[in-house]
């Protein structure tokens, strides 16, 4: 373990140089068109993703690519660690993602959040904020965005009980768009709120879209029901794995915080 713990230390350290450096390099592209901004966030990802291959020995999978819809879409994402935050990007031509006000006031990157177009919701705004965001959001979906959606709020450690909100149907019947299911088991691999990172095969399976057009209780159902079983069987299989790396498995879900 103590190479793991040496081997997240470092891959911290590069992360948010990375992150930095690109920060800086990224301030002509305020001036220019919104896609210069998103190539430089997807070279953001693919650095992050080859850091953590070649630093935490974190295998990457993606599963059912070629079953991703063109055009106007929901994405929604099972939401276990920061990793998905970024690492989706690159999937999609025009991505949408609503972020917590605060990250929108953070100096230069909240400007560069606001200038890829993101969402921006008050976390205890109440019931009209909330119906305010959505609607925003839905707005952007009819004009031929991907909204990328956690349909449970905030992140889940594996093998935490379901707990999914009403907003995503809301933005589903309002859009008439198909929605995109993604399973994964991120929370594995790099754990909320902890700066361990622990290696093994982190995957992520885009599953068959639901389309559009379902009674809302059904398409909440059904992508309850599609996300957690696929979650449920990576997850497994993640663990199976890291049993066979370190003789017990690791215990991220049960990190302090």
Avoid at 25 to 52: C, D, E, G, H, K
Avoid at 180 to 201: C, I
Avoid at 246 to 256: L, T
Wanted: glycine letters at 8%; aromatic letters at 10%; a positive charge.
């Amino acid at each position: 373990m103590a190479s793991i713990f040496l081997r997240s230390l470092v891959f911290n350290v590069l992360f948010y140089l990375v992150l930095v450096v690109l920060c800086i390099v990224a301030i002509p592209t305020v001036v220019l068109p919104r896609q210069a901004m998103m190539a430089l966030a997807a070279l953001w990802a693919n650095t992050s993703l080859f850091l953590m291959r070649v630093v935490c020995n974190i295998r990457i999978e993606f599963r059912g690519v070629e079953k991703i819809p063109k055009g106007a879409l929901i994405v929604a994402s099972k939401h276990q660690s920061f990793w998905e935050t970024f690492a989706l990007l690159g999937f999609f031509d025009h991505p949408l993602f609503i972020l917590k006000r605060e990250l929108m006031m953070i100096p230069v990157f909240g400007q560069y959040l606001k200038k890829v177009g993101m969402i921006s919701v008050e976390r205890g705004g109440g019931p009209r904020s909330l119906v305010k965001t959505l609607k925003q959001a839905a707005a952007e979906v009819k004009r031929g965005r991907q909204l990328v959606i956690f349909p449970e709020g905030t992140r889940r450690p594996p093998g935490a009980p379901p707990s999914y909100k009403a907003g995503v149907a809301q933005i589903y019947v309002e859009c008439g768009v198909p929605c995109l299911p993604v399973a994964l088991n991120s929370g594995l691999f790099w754990p909320r709120r902890t700066f361990m990172r622990y290696p093994g095969t982190l995957v992520v399976e885009f599953l068959d879209p639901l389309p559009p057009g379902l009674p809302r209780d059904e398409f909440l159902h059904r992508l309850r029901d599609e996300i957690e079983t696929a979650t449920g069987r990576i997850v497994e299989a993640a663990r199976a794995e890291q049993a066979q790396l370190f003789g017990a498995v690791p215990s991220p879900a049960k990190a302090k915080g």
